[in-house]
C-alpha cells in the first residue's frame, strides 16, 4: 500500500520560512518522480514544484527563487524549502508521486498516480 505523508505546515508571517517534508512508503522511491502541490480555497490544484529520479528539478514561475525541492533516496523523503513567503502563498500542500515517468518533471495533477492528504501553509500579512 502506498502512503505518502506530508509535514512541515503552519502559520508564518509574510517574509518567513517553513519546511515541507513527505515521507513515502510502500513503493520504490529511487525509481519515481515526486512533486509538490497546492490549493487555496476556491481555486484548483497547482504545480509548485517537482524533482525527478536524478534529481532535475522544475518550479512555477510564481515560486522560482524562493522554494527549493530536494530528495533523499536513501530516507524516501521530498522535502520544500519555502522562504520569502507571501500571503498568497497560504494554501494546503499536497506531495505527489509519478511513477510512470521517473525521469521527468511534468506538471499537470493528472499525471501524478499517488497523494498526500496534504498539510496547512498559512502565511499572514
Known amino acids: 500500500q502506498v502512503q505518502l505523508v506530508e509535514s512541515g505546515g503552519g502559520s508564518v508571517q509574510a517574509g518567513g520560512s517553513l519546511r515541507l517534508s513527505c515521507t513515502a512508503s510502500?513503493?520504490?522511491?529511487?525509481?519515481?518522480?515526486m512533486g509538490w502541490f497546492r490549493q487555496a480555497p476556491g481555486n484548483e490544484r497547482e504545480f509548485v514544484a517537482g524533482?525527478?529520479?536524478?534529481?532535475?528539478?522544475a518550479y512555477a514561475d510564481s515560486v522560482k527563487g524562493r522554494f527549493t525541492i530536494s530528495r533523499d533516496n536513501a530516507k524516501n523523503t521530498v522535502g520544500l524549502e519555502m522562504h520569502s513567503l507571501k500571503p498568497e502563498d497560504t494554501a494546503v500542500y499536497y506531495c505527489a508521486a509519478d511513477r510512470r515517468r521517473p525521469y521527468s518533471v511534468v506538471v499537470p495533477t493528472t499525471a501524478y498516480d499517488y497523494w498526500g492528504q496534504g498539510t496547512q501553509v498559512t502565511v499572514s500579512a
Open positions: 524533482i525527478a529520479w536524478g534529481g532535475n528539478s
Open positions: 510502500g513503493l520504490t522511491f529511487s525509481s519515481i518522480a
